[in-house]
Each structure stands twice: as C-alpha cells, then as structure tokens.
T-cell receptor, first 115, second 114 residues
C-alpha cells in the first residue's frame, strides 16, 4: 500500500489566488511527522512546512499552511496568494518514528501559476 | 552557514562503469540520506547513514552502496551502471534521529548513463 498519496498530478491556479494540494498518508505508527517540499526545475528540494502527529494546531509558515486532519490521515498544503515563483513540483513526505529518520515521499503535484 | 553540498553537479558515464557521488552535510548534522529521483518520478529512498553506520537501506540492488566518513560526509557508489540508473541523486542531512527535524537537501547530482 502507498504510504503517501498525492492524487493531483498537475494543478493550475491563478496568480494571487489560494490553492490546496492534497496529501493522504497511511501509517500505524502513533508518532510521525509530515513534511512538504518544493522542487523547482533546478532540482533542489526546498523545505516548506512541518507537522508533527501530536501537534494540536495546524502548522503555518508565511503563505504556507498545513491542513492536518489526523482522523482522515490527510495533510493538505494550502498556499495563499499564489505567485508566479510558486510554479514547481510539490512533494508531501512522512517520517515514521519506528522507521528511523527515513522520509517517504509521495509522487508529487506539479503546480502551475497562471499570470 | 553552508547548506548541503553535492558533487559533481552532472556526471555522464557509460553503461557498465562505476559512478561515485559525494555529499557534505550541514555542519553539525550527523545523518545523511540518499534518494534517487528518476525523470518525472518521485523520490525513492536509497540509503541512510548516521554516525558512520548504515542505518537503513531502500529496495535497491547491492551494486548501490556507500559509506559515511568520520567528518559525516558521505559517498554513494553505483557499480555496473545500467541505463535505468540515469536519475537525479539527492542527498539530505538532518541533525538527530528520533526527533521531528526537517531534512535539508542538496542540489543533487544528475547522473546520465549512456
């Protein structure tokens, strides 16, 4: 079974609008962390935001917020006020405490921001 | 503070040859992770090193190997290269295992096997 599922291979959003990128995960480990990374065409993976399984509040980092719904096992990324520079691949990843510090990645979503 | 650095940036090898990729983690980080990203695909976990030891290994054949040096830098070796080994190889480092700390990635080495 897939541990991390990103069901949107590609998304378009109008500049200045908000967009939600979906991520669902599967784990039986009660302690885990969820991450979102951005990968521009240059290839570098840029860390965006982190949510711990025991965190009571949704994580926020500037224009990025994570909509964490633990019971549904979803960790969607919300980008507010999209900018042209947000066009990139976005990856959701999970680290389970019983699996060391290894990150498992989803297949990614390509976001394209339209001017 | 310097980030994770990888070398070389690009590498072209012939099928059957060996490739060596290098990674220097962020100062103070003891864990290094290697991932393979084939064209258009997600990241597949290859290897995890911490404190000089191999801690975990992904579902890759034994011709993918590596090591971590006393200064925590790491090397990934790919023997008997095959065409499907062509990919972006990403290295990441983090500070400690067992804590929810993010892993920081280098810019990758793009390996092309011809």
């Amino acid at each position: 079974a897939q541990k991390i599922t990103q069901t949107q291979p590609g998304m378009f959003v109008q500049e200045k609008e908000a967009v939600t990128l979906d991520c669902t995960y599967d784990t039986s480990d009660p302690s885990y962390g969820l991450f979102w990374y951005k990968q521009p065409s240059s290839g570098e993976m840029i860390f965006l935001i982190y949510q711990g399984s025991y965190d009571q509040q949704n994580a926020t980092e500037g224009r990025y917020s994570l909509n964490f719904q633990k019971a549904r096992k979803s960790a969607n990324l919300v980008i507010s006020a999209s900018q042209l520079g947000d066009s990139a691949m976005y990856f959701c990843a999970m680290r389970e405490d019983n699996a060391g510090n290894m990150l498992t990645f989803g297949g990614g979503t390509r976001l394209m921001v339209k001017p | 503070e310097a980030g994770v650095t990888q070398s070389p940036t690009h590498l072209i090898k012939t099928r059957g040859q060996q490739a060596t990729l290098r990674c220097s983690p962020i100062s103070g980080h003891t864990s290094v992770y290697w991932y393979q990203q084939a064209l258009g695909l997600g990241l597949q976990f290859l290897l995890w090193y911490d404190e000089g030891e191999e801690r975990n290994r992904g579902n890759f054949p034994p011709r993918f190997s590596g090591r971590q040096f006393p200064n925590y830098s790491s090397e990934l070796n790919v023997n008997a290269l095959e065409l499907e080994d062509s990919a972006l190889y990403l290295c990441a480092s983090s500070s400690r295992q067992g804590l929810h700390t993010e892993a920081f990635f280098g810019q990758g080495t793009r390996l092309t096997v011809v």
